[in-house]
């Protein structure tokens, strides 16, 4: 498949429009004038960034030490600049967008010493990255990446809940799930790393998300807050050197780290540092540019990776019930389960941790009340795709082997967990995983993992990835959890750097007084309007129904609604939001659309601005929150109206409510 259809390039030797006082100052405007980046080159390398002439990111300096002495950034010699201007449309297989106009001005500085400097700027943002012309392999020692921000802002980050190594924190084995602190810059806790996404707010009521792209073989970035709390300055985890098995034998826990955080081949293009500017906060709903930043995917064929939902099983605890076997992880189960999944069309069923056998860390032995070729003959018979559960270190001990057996038998895609830490082995491996996985026309699922970056577009068989505070997380919330908000939240941030694996679709709805967190029957935060929004709202290509099937059989309204709701889309728009506090969108897909709504704690009348259907007559099936939803969540009206000819559908949200609505014309 060519994922370009048009592309048009121009490089630029000379461009007085972009750059001024050569010899010290570089200019760099994006295509409508708007975002400016100055690179300043003196002593050292330094950026800023502007959007109207508001300030957004204060000089910055940015250099990279390898372990011989080198360091890239360092009293630069510039021997040559290179301006380039790029429109074309990309036509991802698998996305929230059926094509995506990719339109940006760049400049390359080449330095004396074996480097380049590569900024550029969109009319979204910016993004700069080194790269290295090097012939011989080094390491890197670290990198100065400085964000600094005016006026002491105040921002949104989440730290790293670290896992306890010999008695102490540390912050770079976690899951990348937690909640955000909404806090000036000087009251963020200067001992607490912050994962990427962040974001800042800024003048004007606009915001800047700070992330990374391109991230393949190199170490994850952290933020932390530098000491005069002029902003942030990039940290990142050492290589790692000894590392120790625990858990089953499925994670493995770095004990001690090498001198330096990444190991290099010689010539190499390092991460994009990604400066995401919005206007608005819906700007942040809707933006492309991890995206577009990411190495595209090789030409070829890839109508194979099938997107679609999954009936999931660990959430629920193989809680069934009114059946005349024992549940848990055996045959009869997963038989239920491939049933389930065929009568409302849902195209996948997971088999999650236990369906190997556990400690030997070896994915060819399965535990005896498993029959493989039984159910994967069953599920191909109800047309439904079976995916299996792995630890990341028993994938990573026989990951060619394991993926060519498995793909031979029939199972789809493989869900890998457990890798819990983002330091440059760990990058590589998820890049293996999706390309040996491609290899064998497998899908593979990111869990346990850090933000996406944009493999999905390197390798679109790599469909979804955690690092999210997903609904798994109420199994086991401390008291003063507060998820509600985070889902307003997290949209406008986790959500900017790709898609998610969230699980949501909880049956068992609580409010704010009555939830409480049961490992074994879980329950949602929030009305049961909200879990059915949240397939809308959530970008998920592979997205999972939590729930028991027994659940879901004995609500089959919403089931059937969930079941018929698309994973990727031809189009996406942000009708409104505001970060914390609200938010709605509308996909649409094949000529129908879905809108979707959130509120916060705080019960919320909107009205949403349909005139993106432009003219005829639509029906609108809706799913909004019952007269008693703030007290039984799962209280819910459905019905059907005809959507208003001047397009305006005013509508209610209780605390902790949702609202979606499926139109046809």
Known sequence: MNLLCKKWTAILLV???FWANAQKTVE?????????????????????????????????????????????????????????????TLYPPVYKKKSIEDCYNQVTLDFRGGYSVIFRAYDEGVAYRFVSHLDKPFMVESEQALFNLPNNPKIFAATPKGRQIDGKENQYHSSFQNTYRHVALSEWDKSRLAFLPVLSESKNEKKICITEADLLNY?????????????????????????????????????TREPYIAKVAGKTKFPWRVMIISEQDTD????????????????????????????????????????????????????????????????????????????????????????MKELIRYADSKQVGLILWAGYRAFDLDMERVCKHYAAMGIKGFKIDFMDRDDQYMIDFNRRCAETGAKYKLLIDLHGTSK?????????????????????????????????????????????????????????????????????????????????????????????????????????????????????????????????????????????????ALTNWEARDMELDLSFLG????????????????????????????????????????????????ILK
């Open 219 to 255: 170490p994850g970035m952290f933020l932390k807050v530098s000491p005069d709390n002029k902003g942030f300055y990039g940290e990142f985890a050492a290589y790692p050197k000894d590392v120790s098995v625990e858990v089953r034998g499925l994670k493995g826990v770095v004990k």
């Open 284 to 371: 942040l709903l809707c933006s492309d540019m991890v995206y577009k930043l990411a190495t595209p995917a090789a030409e070829g064929d890839y109508s194979w990776v099938k997107p679609g939902k999954v009936a999931w099983d660990w959430w629920n605890d193989w809680n069934l019930y009114g059946v005349d076997f024992r549940a848990g992880v055996n045959t009869e189960t997963y038989k239920y389960y491939i049933d389930f999944a065929s009568k409302f069309g849902i195209e996948y069923v997971i088999l999650d941790e236990g369906w190997a056998v556990a400690g030997p860390a070896d994915l060819f032995q399965i535990v005896p009340d498993i029959d």
């Open 452 to 596: 996406p970056t944009g493999l999905q577009r390197t390798y679109p068989n790599a469909i979804n990835f955690e690092g999210v505070h997903g609904l798994e997380e109420m199994k086991w919330a401390q008291p003063g959890t507060d998820q509600v908000t985070y889902d307003v939240t997290m949209p406008f941030i986790r959500m900017v750097a790709g898609p998610l694996d969230y699980t949501q679709g909880a049956m068992h709805n609580a409010n704010k007084k009555n939830f409480k967190s049961v490992y074994s029957e879980p329950m949602s935060q929030g009305t049961r309007c909200r879990q059915l929004a949240e397939y809308v709202i959530f970008d998920s290509p592979l997205n999972m129904l939590c729930d028991a099937p027994t659940n879901y059989l004995r609500e089959e309204k919403c089931t059937e609604f969930i079941a018929s709701i698309p994973t990727v889309w031809d189009e996406t728009r942000a009708l409104c939001g505001k970060v914390g506090e609200y938010l709605a969108m509308a996909r649409q897909k094949d000529n129908v659309w879905y809108v979707g």
């Open 15 to 17: 461009a007085a429009p």
């Open 615 to 662: 003219t005829g007559v639509y029906q609108a099936e809706i799913f909004e929150d019952g007269i008693n939803a703030d007290r039984v969540g799962k209280d819910y009206k459905h019905k059907v109206i005809q959507i208003p000819a001047d397009r305006k559908l005013k509508i209610h949200m209780v605390s902790g409510g949702g609202f979606i609505m499926k």
């Open 28 to 88: 760099l405007k994006a295509p409508a004038g708007k975002v400016q980046v100055k690179v300043v080159i003196g002593d050292n390398l330094t950026y800023s960034v502007l959007h109207e002439g508001d300030v957004m990111i204060e000089p910055s300096s940015i250099s990279m030490k390898l372990t011989d002495g080198t360091v890239f950034g360092e009293k630069p010699r510039l021997k040559k600049k290179r301006y380039e201007s790029e429109k074309q």
